[in-house]
């Protein structure tokens, strides 16, 4: 073997190696949500080669505004759950095309979505709770349509849980770094409320009945941002026409999604936005936590 052939061969080697270390770091980047799954090896190389071009400039940006952004979506009922009837549809299937709008309209600012069902299958809410808090840091969004046995509500609400359970606040502090005994105060979930109820109704003119204070299961035993979204009342036949349109569909996905980038924007701004110690409360509020918590109730 000449020397000129060894050198070849010892090359090829030498660049086989690194395309696959090349490869197995963008899977790794899009399995730990840094960059989306529509980037794939050769959109990158490219990207990398052609290193002015706006789609790297793009990619750059987003990377450092938002790089660990997780959503975790709940398509509400499925399987042998079908939620709320109407006519011939069914709760569960409008929670899905929902789902999928939104998710659809995250990834495009590329924030990683997370499902805690993938098509028509029984979930339980335990297990809904478990794949949730298996991302203490994401957002939790579970999407329902609402119905009464009165015609007449209409409207989109949204629910949240303040204050959480002993069991959560015990996994929050953990997560937060706060100490054995040490008091804090999360209003994470009622603002994610708050913003996902304004945008939604904002790009609906749907009739806004206003963010609650439940205690559904999902909002109360999901320790990260959570909310219970009720898109419309399928109950009342002229939201129901709406709620099955798919143009209106459209707008109901924009603004729920509107709502969460909303949020995670005051995130960006403020890593601590809508958590306060008790100390920090108080200072603020001249020292009567008790009275603003039943306030708020
Ligand atoms: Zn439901």
């Keep these: 073997m000449s020397r000129f052939t060894r050198f070849s061969l010892l090359f090829l080697v ?14 790794f980047a899009q399995g730990a949500g840094i960059i989306s799954n529509e980037h794939n090896w ?3 190389l490219k990207d990398l080669i052609f290193a002015d071009s706006p789609a790297t400039a793009k990619l750059k940006v987003r990377r450092s ?8 979506l709940d398509a509400g009922h499925g399987g042998t759950d079908g ?8 709760e569960k299937d409008l929670n899905m095309k929902v789902v999928h709008l939104v998710a659809e309209q995250l990834r495009n ?8 069902r993938q098509g028509d299958v029984t979930q339980s809410l335990r297990n809904r709770v478990a794949v949730a808090n298996g991302y203490p840091e994401a957002l939790f969004v579970s999407i329902h349509h609402n119905a009464s046995t009165s015609e007449k509500p209409e409207g989109f609400e949204t629910f949240y849980t303040h204050p959480k359970p002993s069991s959560v606040l015990k996994a929050q502090r953990n997560i937060f770094g706060v100490k054995k005994g040490g008091r804090f105060i999360d209003r994470r979930g009622e603002l994610l409320a708050s913003a996902i109820q304004a945008s939604s109704c904002e790009v609906t003119q749907a009739v806004d009945r206003g963010i609650k204070n439940g205690s559904m299961a999902l909002t109360r035993l999901v320790s990260c941002p959570a909310v219970l979204v009720e898109c419309g009342f399928l109950s009342n036949a002229r939201e129901r026409g709406r709620l099955k349109d798919s143009n209106y569909r459209t707008k109901l996905s924009t603004g729920i999604s509107g709502g969460i980038i909303a949020f995670l924007e005051s995130v960006e701004h403020e890593s601590s ?3 306060e110690s008790e100390r920090e409360v108080q200072a603020r509020d001249g020292g009567d936590v008790t009275r603003k918590r039943k306030q708020s109730l």
């Design 273 to 275: 936005y809508g958590v």
């Design 109 to 116: 600012e590329r924030v990683r979505v997370v499902y805690t």
């Design 42 to 44: 050769r959109s990158l």
């Design 14 to 27: 030498f660049l086989g190696g690194a395309f696959s270390l090349f490869i197995s770091v963008v899977h």
């Design 83 to 90: 939620g709320t009837v109407a006519g011939s549809s069914l």
């Design 65 to 72: 505004i938002r790089p660990r952004a997780i959503v975790v």
